[in-house]
């Protein structure tokens, strides 16, 4: 009954001072009014309301208040208030209140609000006590559908800030300020309940946790986590209640949400004992938590760092309870990793993430657990083994290896172990490095106390540099000073000396089988070819036929270029028979594609030499005989070969304008005339038929299993596409164009191998490209002649 | 990107025989000279203001010019050839008379030393007639002064580094053999004083910095071998530079003490820093093997050059780590 009186009386005050505030234009009038409305929020010993009459205005008056003042925002009286009058009894109505209540109309009104008034309302913390009002209460009092809304203003705090606010936006509400933010309050709210805990008071963390929840579901974890993460792995080092609260906490997150704070967490912890901490045996309680932890991180996706990898297996083997999980994860991953048709159809950087974590797993086992396994071990060994050597890329057949390798040398097969030879990459580094232990272990303890230890690490390590310095036998004035020139000349003298005749040259091309001194004929070929023209004209068809069915035997080293390089100067010293050679051979039987490129690149090298000016072309030969020379004697020829020919441009140009400054052009003669005839085909016919016949090939092998094979296919049409000409695309592979492209499409799409990904791609543009050409411009003559 | 490695600032041509000793004299009044000795007995005295051979000097009966240096500045030179001759001439103001001659009766390669023990007062190390053995003779006087013979087989002399140390006691000995390695010999006791195997191959040339107390020797074989020697005189090994190609003819530390040259078989010339014996530069010129190196003794440090003489008769000279002028 007394109650009953309170709320009536409470009810009568605040409907009298709305009134007032809706019409008063006194603004003293408006003050007592917004002076009553505070007395009941005043919580001070000096209050004027009773108990009762407080939490009867915060139950049933708080928000609609609130909503008065701020849909009076444009009223007479706010504008007449001074400034401090202004923030004492209008803003501080807003901070004074239940927090929950003040934070929903502050965001409803935040478009005619001041911003102000959020801004404070976030930097005093107000959140933590929302947060922590919700852990007082045990039971829900308010609506679900009142916690689902305030749960959203919260977690999207940054996005309606934004939108409403658009370019007025403060640097407070950004995400980058405001998650942090909300991490500081969320742990002072634990804070609060490990005090209240310790005090014997119940809480509940559940709002915490779906707070939690809710933003690393929004994709906000990283930040959020990033200040909550070390935080938590500091206090949960000596403190039993700290861990219960995070256990606790981590029960509480609703199921739909575990995934994204689990992965955010491992992310973000130092640690595989961190992480035990901080989630404790969560693992074996949630079936969620599980699924995500020992199958998705592992084997469904592969984007993280190795870090996270051995975070996660760490935190497996600590624990004796945990450890049965880590002996199923290292079946699953074994078997993964020996599947073969993973090995063909799985990205490669997906295999080496399996690959890591089957290392990982295995270094992480006892002898004793090996010794178990074995069958099982085993049996991935010697399958996965073969799939993976049996595999075309390098980078898979390593893998093989150092994985084989190391499960040979734990698994004591009678003393036998596995050795492969290989060459050390990165990759493979990498792989090897992970069973180095102790890579990952947390850089320590209390803040406080290690910046301590750290300053006094620095004290010590610069007093060591000290003594270093003054230490008589130290390279104060080492060999560093000094600049290195560059070495890269200083190669190995081999014994034979290269040919001096041509003749000596092809018969060593023909008939020697002492690979230093094909080497050393090969690579002088060039410059006895175009040093001696007399002497290469009479052989120079005999020595084409032979370079032209040369192989790289020996592995010569940059094989292929000095075979066209000579082939070129053969063609252009000789032209017209070598050119008449190679265009009959080009058309014979028996020749393969690679050599039939040759005959065209030399062609091709050859006639852009010849329709060179002259003079230009016989400076371009001095060039490359003097390059050739082993040791040229700069100081024999002191001036530049440049020089000389450039005097000699000077002396021989007739100037017939003098009067006229400018750049006399010169019709010098070329040489590419009287080949020119040999050379003329109608080649782009030819290039259309060769590029239908190259489609019609790869076409059977475009799904071949093998990448290579299929990069191999990409690389073909790819270059079908970019030579052949656009006329000829639509007209003769017209019935086979619309195939290709939903089959590149379909590559494009959902090819393992990124490589292939980017070349389908590429032969996607070029095809549309090149069909947009003809269509816009059907006339247009498709090679220039 | 490093700089490209330097040519030479410019080159000796003329005379007419491999080079198979360098000696600069650049510290006096006078015009910097360099000295060389031919394979084919000619001393010749290169202007190198003028860059021409100022003096040539038929000695030695038309026999490999091995080894040559100057006494008292420029005026008097010594010079040691495979007539099994070491002669002292005197080329002050023009003139070149043989004024003394000592026969070594040794039939190597091995290159004399010598060292200024008082004013006009030499000691003179050279390989004598018995293969093992080391004769030290005083100049002027070509008093004997010891005998040097080890215990052991260990083959020719191959090299000889002559010191005074700055500790005062007596002079000093270092000498390479044939089967690698490098002893030391204290000549006043006529002791050896230690020994390394410092190359599985012949010693062929060695350098000693007597500041640092360090030394470096090269072989026949790709690496040059650094060694040091302890208070108590024991030589100790320390690390090895592996070169790209086998042989080197001769190792020159130039005065400063931060430059190590090698004239290598394989016609360059190499430079490290000697502290740490780092590669610097691959100097490439020279068509035949590198016979001699040497870095001129001028006194201001930035005119100090590198010459090189090799079998294809041409003197190089470079420019190399300069301060002021380092552009190579």
Known sequence: MESLTTNTDVRLTVTRCFRTLKSSTDSSDIITALRTLHSYLDEGPDST????????????????????????????????????????????????????????????????????????????????ELLWSYCLEAAPSDSPQLRETLLGRISALPDITANKLQLNNRALFRP?????????????????????????????LTFVAQTL??????????????????????????????????????????????????????????????????????????????FVITHKLLLLQYKYETRVLRIILGYLAADRDRRPLLIQVLRS???????????????????????????LSVSLLKDSEIQELRSELLQCMLGGMQTHLDSNVVRIRHMGMVIGEYLSSRMDINGTKLKFEYDQDEETRELLSLLAPGAC???????????????????????????????????????????????????????????????????????????????????????????????????????????????????????????????????????????HYLTTEFYSLNYSLRQRLDILEVLALAAQELSKPVTEKKAASISSATTAESTPYPGDNPVHWQQVVEKRIQSKTKRLTKKVN?????????????????????????????????????????????????????????????????????????????????????????????????????????????????????QAPTVET | ????????????????????????????????????????????????NSRRAEKIIEAHSGNSVIWVSTLQSADALISQGRDMQVCWWDVSEGRSELVESVRTGSVGYCQCSLVEMSPANYLLAYAGEQTEEIKIIELPSKTAVCTLVPEEKLGMVMCLKLWQPDSGSGPLLLAGYE???????????????????????????????????????????????????????????????????????????????????????????????????????????????????????????????????????????????NEGTDTG
């Open chain 1, 176 to 204: 980058q300020q405001y998650y942090p933010l909300l991490a500081t309050e969320m742990l002072t709210a634990l804070e609060h309940t490990c005090q209240a805990l310790r005090a014997g008071t119940d809480c509940n």
């Open chain 1, 213 to 290: 929840g809710k933003v690393c579901i929004q994709g906000h974890g990283g930040l959020v986590l990033a200040v909550m993460a070390p935080r938590l792995s500091a206090c949960t080092r000596s403190d039993m209640v700290w861990q219960r609260v995070c256990w606790k906490l981590l029960e509480n997150v609703p199921q739909r949400w575990m995934e994204s704070v689990l992965t955010g967490l491992v992310q973000a912890v130092s640690g595989p004992d961190a992480l035990g901490r901080i989630i404790g045996n969560l693992v074996l309680t949630n079936k969620k938590a599980q």
């Open chain 2, 1 to 48: 990107m490093s700089r490209p490695s330097p040519s030479p600032i410019y080159t000796l041509r003329g005379a007419g025989g491999p080079l198979n000793t360098l000696h600069f004299s650049c510290q006096g009044e006078g015009t910097p000279l360099l000295f060389s000795g031919s394979g084919k007995g000619a001393i010749h005295i290169w202007n190198l």
């Open chain 2, 179 to 321: 089967n690698g390695s490098v002893l030391l010999w204290d000549v006043t006791q006529r002791s050896k004083l230690s020994q390394v195997k410092a190359h599985p191959e012949p010693v062929m040339c060695l350098t000693f910095d007597t500041t640092s107390l360090r030394g470096v020797s090269g072989s026949s074989e790709k690496t040059l071998s650094s060694w040091r020697l302890d208070g108590q005189s024991n030589l100790q090994l320390q690390d090895c530079v592996t070169l790209v190609n086998p042989g080197v003819s001769q190792l020159c530390i130039r005065m400063d003490r931060k430059l190590l040259a090698s004239a290598g078989w394989d016609h360059r010339i190499r430079v490290f820093g000697w502290k740490k014996l780092r590669p610097l530069a691959v100097l490439q010129y020279h068509t035949d093997m590198v016979l001699s190196v040497a870095f001129s003794d001028h006194r201001d440090p930035r005119q100090r050059v590198l010459a090189a003489g090799s079998k294809d008769q041409r003197i190089s000279l470079w420019s190399v780590y």
């Open chain 1, 441 to 579: 272990d947390e850089p320590e303890a209390e803040p406080t106390a290690e910046t301590a230890e750290s300053a006094q690490n620095a004290s010590q390590t610069t007093s060591g540099a000290q003594a270093l310095k003054t230490d008589p036998d130290s390279d104060l004035d080492s060999d560093d000073e000094l600049t290195p020139y560059d070495m890269s000349g200083d190669q190995e003298i081999s014994k034979a000396s290269p040919p001096r005749y041509l003749r000596d040259c092809l018969e060593i091309l023909i008939s020697s089988e002492d690979p230093v001194r094909v080497e050393l004929s090969l690579k002088a070929a060039e410059s006895l070819v175009r040093k001696n023209s007399f002497a290469a004209r009479e052989i120079s068809v005999q020595m084409s036929k032979v370079l032209l069915h040369m192989d790289d035997k020996y592995n010569i080293n940059g094989f292929l270029y000095l075979r066209q390089a000579t082939m070129v100067a053969l063609t252009v010293t000789d032209c017209i028979p070598v050119a």
């Open chain 1, 662 to 778: 400018q750049p006399v052009t010169k019709a010098t003669p070329n040489r590419y005339a009287p080949v020119n005839i040999c050379l003329i085909h109608d080649t782009f016919l030819l290039a259309a038929q060769m590029g239908c016949a190259l489609l019609d090939f790869v076409w059977a092998v475009r799904y071949h299993a093998d990448q290579m094979v299929r990069r191999g296919v990409l690389f073909a049409v790819c270059s079908v596409f970019l030579s052949m000409p656009s006329q000829n695309l639509l007209v003769d592979i017209s019935d086979q164009l619309f195939e290709t492209r939903s089959w590149l499409a379909d590559v494009a799409e959902g090819d393992p191998d990124a490589d292939c990904r980017s070349l389908a791609v590429q032969s996607l543009v070029l095809l549309d490209k090149s069909l947009k050409k003809q269509l816009q411009d059907p």
């Open chain 1, 49 to 128: 309301a009773t108990s009762a009459e407080r939490a009867e205005f915060r139950r049933a008056h708080y928000s609609s208040a609130l909503q008065l003042l701020v849909s009076n925002i444009q009223a007479d009286w706010l504008h007449q208030l001074t400034a401090a009058q202004r923030a004492e009894l209008w803003d501080g109505l807003f901070l004074a209140g239940p927090p929950e209540q003040a934070l929903l109309v502050l965001m409803d009104a935040i478009g005619e609000l001041r911003w102000v008034v959020l801004g404070k309302f976030l930097q005093r913390g107000r959140l933590a």
């Open chain 1, 333 to 359: 991953v074994s078997q993964a990793w020996a599947n073969s048709s993973a090995v063909k159809h799985t990205p490669l950087e997906q295999q080496l993430y399996v690959s890591k974590a089957l290392l």
